[in-house]
């Protein structure tokens, strides 16, 4: 079945260590998306690319890259993780953007900071 | 700019209670609609969508009518399980919204706990 992945489901790193999450799809789409989502939270919009373009959101920290090296591959740095950057975050992709494009989300990499 | 209004949860209904879990939209442009779910633990699910005005959407027994007038995508279930226990997210994509009409716009979820 075709599908997002995301790797690994859970994370724990220390405060100030540099930490990778991945996500792969099977989905061939355009456009992959990063967002953190806290608990009881709605997803809150990261990063995304297009292809290879890369679209930064205005409130995003500087601690937070990302990387695209293929157009299966997506990663997720995070550079000196904070205790408040635990979170669950999420992948998305979608075909294309536009109108009644749906996004298809990955289960997620749970990200605890100690 | 765009946002997205849901009823405030938790929500805790009996199995074979008849669900509805309201929202509404503010949007620039004529946006789609969504609603996703989240099982504990879990990623999104896209549980169903509508791109235009009287569209219904449907899928799992879950319904929502997009009502231009109302700006409303009410999601309704005639008979709950108890698998059904979830957050469920109402969100819009307006492609006419400009630089940003890529983005979902979330409301902020609503916790739906059945009990047998």
């Known amino acids: 079945d075709a599908m997002v992945i995301q790797n690994p489901r859970y994370q724990v790193t220390q405060f100030g260590k540099p930490v990778t999450l991945s996500c792969s799809q099977t989905l061939n789409h355009n456009v992959m998306y990063w967002y953190q989502q806290k608990s009881s939270q709605a997803p809150k919009l990261l990063f995304h690319?297009?292809?290879?373009?890369?679209?930064n959101e205005a409130d995003t920290p500087d601690n937070f890259q990302s990387r695209r090296p293929n157009t299966s591959f997506c990663f997720l740095d995070i550079r000196s993780p904070g205790l408040g950057d635990a979170a669950m975050y999420l992948c998305?992709?979608?075909?294309?953007?536009?109108?009644?494009?749906?996004?298809?989300f990955g289960p997620g990499t749970r990200l605890t900071v100690t | 700019g765009n946002s997205v209004t849901q009823m405030e949860g938790p929500v805790t209904l009996s199995e074979e209670a008849f669900l509805t879990i309201n929202c509404t939209y503010t949007a620039t442009g004529y946006p789609s609609l969504f609603w996703y779910v989240q099982y504990p633990g879990e990623g999104l699910q896209l549980l169903l969508k509508?791109?235009?005005?009287?569209d219904k959407g449907s899928n799992k027994g879950f319904e929502a009518t997009y009502r231009k007038e109302t700006t409303s995508f009410h999601l309704e279930k005639g008979s709950v399980q108890v698998s059904d226990s979830a957050v469920y997210f109402c969100a819009l994509s307006d492609p006419y919204s400009g630089a940003g009409s890529y983005q979902l716009t979330f409301g902020k979820g609503t916790k739906l706990s059945v009990i047998p």
């Open positions: 690319y297009y292809d290879k373009d890369f679209n």
């Open positions: 509508a791109t235009k005005a009287d």
């Open positions: 998305a992709t979608s075909r294309d953007q536009g109108q009644g494009y749906e996004q298809y």
